[in-house]
């Protein structure tokens, strides 16, 4: 893995390079940049500042995003299968028809996001804040099939949790 800046990626990126597969970055700043179809597949992105960032079409699969900030970030149709969102700030983000299968969102903050048409297949929520979500009038394409749901806040502020089975 390569150790590279913030700044040496989006010098990068505006000159049309957009593979940066496995690179280390820590508590680096995107805000308010564009980085839509950039590969990040792998990528140490630790602590990193993406608000408000144009992330469309990215591919953060595999990729350490703990703790990352991406308050008001567009990540539609963005690629986060397998990703570690554990506590991310996603507060206001568009994850419309965001691929995030299997990632790791448990204490994220989602609230506020659109998360219509997104796969969350497989994907940890538990301890996630879903509050006030915008799951679009096409909430049933959110895969939620063996979604973790322990203690994640819905979007209309109910608390899931696990029912125990009554035995008669």
């Not at 079409?57 to 986060?80: E, G, I, V």
């Not at 419309?96 to 940890?124: T, Y």
Request: some cysteine; overall charge positive; proline content about 1%.
């Amino acid at each position: 893995m390569k150790t590279k800046t913030a700044e040496d990626i989006l010098r990068q990126y505006k000159t049309g390079y957009r593979e940066f597969k496995g690179i280390i970055v820590t508590e680096g700043n995107f805000s308010n940049n564009r980085l839509s179809r950039a590969v990040f597949e792998g990528a140490s992105l630790k602590g990193c500042q993406f608000e408000g960032a144009i992330l469309q079409h990215t591919n953060f699969s595999a990729a350490n995003l703990r703790q990352a900030n991406f308050r008001r970030a567009n990540l539609a149709k963005a690629d986060l299968r397998g990703a570690d969102l554990r506590g991310a700030q996603m507060r206001s983000v568009d994850l419309s028809s965001a691929d995030l299968r299997w990632a790791n969102l448990e204490g994220a903050d989602l609230s506020g996001s659109i998360i219509a048409g997104a796969n969350l297949d497989g994907a940890n929520l538990k301890d996630a804040n879903l509050k006030n979500t915008n799951p679009g009038k096409w909430w049933w394409k959110a895969n939620l099939q063996e979604a973790k749901l322990e203690n994640t806040i819905l979007p209309d502020g109910t608390v899931f949790s696990q029912v125990e089975a009554k035995t008669k």
